[in-house]
């Protein structure tokens, strides 16, 4: 069976390859000969999706992200001149073939229509839903993963949502919230909540060791905390300016190193293209680096390094800081004690999942500095109890994303 997999990367945003690289564990535990074709962002992106592809093992075809076949509205040819067109008929045409070149179109968005505040309407729009018409255009079998939905908050999101969730066997949803939010738009509807596929992502603590050794240039002699700001957060967090989230995350690691600890930046998302704090982690971090202190206790991960590689760094840490979710998918199910700081009700989803609703801060919090650090303080306290609180319960949280997949293919109309 082949499956062609729509609304991820394999890089710039890390959280992409974990889902990738996860969703085919899982499903090759359930079809062992399953084969995959990932449509992953249009240039200038694409040239760094391929190579991240090779690295991985994987096929891509470059997705179009400027209106699909509306773009070839014949004022747009005019102002844009035939050449342009042409190549955006051509590239359609690739993705349109390798998309009826599978049997199965699975939608791996991870936030699927999710209005206002937390999302937009465009988003919705331009992404889930452009892909569920492209499936009923070809007609390929569509299915969704596991991925979060609500709120439905615009009239067009609403009923684009509504189209296309009602025809699901099962609307998988990523946490508790979600599936209330789901239930209620849906009365009825056969709903279920999983984890993140993500926590089944591979990872390597030996080699997390020797790639903080080598951002430090030392080993550190004393406890690690490894903070994963957020480029999305960045930019909600404007009100005092675009540089009060640096401020406000600078001020928190000098509290931390005040208090003797180590602190790694390991940023999630990483744009060569786009260098910019609005849509890359590793410049929001070096932009908080720059106002934080000097100390040979403070260091940034600048390598453009596998999600495998950013969870093994993660797992060798005492307490991890998350405003990325996907480092906090992969700090909790690494049995790392895991600070959540949230834009997004997935966050509070994921946590309490492993039982750790209690560390869960609100991104924009004007006391997050005080609060942080609190929490920090406590977990370093009681960092064996967490951590061994969190590997019993990984167990029955892998066996949840495996059931998820199980599940979905049974639904699937398999070839004889």
């Known amino acids: ?40 962002p249009p240039e200038p992106e694409f040239q760094f999706e391929q190579k991240r592809a090779r690295t991985y093992g994987v096929k891509v075809v470059e997705d179009n992200w400027d209106g699909g076949l509306p773009s070839l509205h014949p004022w747009r040819v005019l102002k844009e001149g035939l050449g342009s067109s042409l190549r955006r008929l051509r590239k359609l045409k690739t993705w349109h073939q390798s998309m009826r070149s599978c049997d199965v179109v699975l939608d791996m968005t991870a936030i699927g229509y999710v209005g206002p505040p937390e999302g937009s309407e465009y988003h919705g729009l331009g992404m889930r839903y452009r892909y569920f018409k ?47 939010q789901v239930q209620a738009f849906l009365p009825g509807k056969d ?34 905390v490894t ?11 404007l009100s005092g300016g675009e540089s009060a989230y640096v401020r406000q995350r600078a001020r928190l690691v000098d509290q931390l190193l005040d208090r003797g600890y180590a602190v790694l930046f390991v940023p999630h998302t990483s744009h060569p293209t786009q260098h910019t704090p609005y849509r890359c982690d590793l410049a929001v971090s070096l932009a908080i680096h720059a106002l934080v202190r000097p100390s040979p206790w403070v260091s940034v991960i600048y390598a453009d390094l596998s999600a495998s590689d950013l969870k093994s760094v993660i797992s060798c840490a005492d307490v991890h800081i998350g405003s990325r979710y996907h480092s906090v998918v992969a700090a909790l199910s690494a049995a790392v004690p895991a600070i959540s700081l949230s834009w997004h009700h997935k966050y509070a989803d ?50 949840a994303v495996y059931e998820n997949a199980r599940h979905l293919v049974q639904g699937l109309p398999l070839k004889q």
């Open 1 to 40: 069976m082949k499956f062609f997999v729509t609304g991820l990367c394999l890089q710039g945003n890390k959280g992409g390859p974990a889902l990738a690289l996860s969703l085919m564990k899982v499903l090759r535990a359930e079809i062992p000969e399953a084969e995959f074709v990932f449509s992953v």
């Open 134 to 180: 492209a499936a009923k255009r070809t007609r390929r079998v569509f299915r969704a993963w596991t991925q979060s939905y609500g709120p439905f908050s615009t009239p067009a999101l609403a009923k684009a949502a509504k189209e296309d969730l009602s025809t699901l066997p099962t609307v998988y949803c990523r946490g508790e919230e979600t599936l209330r």
């Open 191 to 224: 709903c279920r909540a999983y984890p993140d596929v993500a926590v089944v992502l591979d990872y390597d603590r030996q080699q997390g060791h020797e790639l903080i050794k080598k951002a430090f240039g030392q080993t550190p002699d004393r406890k690690l």
């Open 227 to 237: 903070i994963s700001p957020s480029a999305v957060q960045f930019g909600k967090d």
């Open 350 to 399: 994921i946590m309490t999942i492993y039982e750790q609703s209690k560390f869960v801060l609100d991104g924009q919090s004007q006391t997050l500095v005080e609060d942080c650090t609190a929490m920090v303080e406590e977990l370093m306290a009681r960092s064996d109890e967490v951590s061994a609180q969190l590997t019993a319960l990984q167990p029955q949280v892998a066996a």
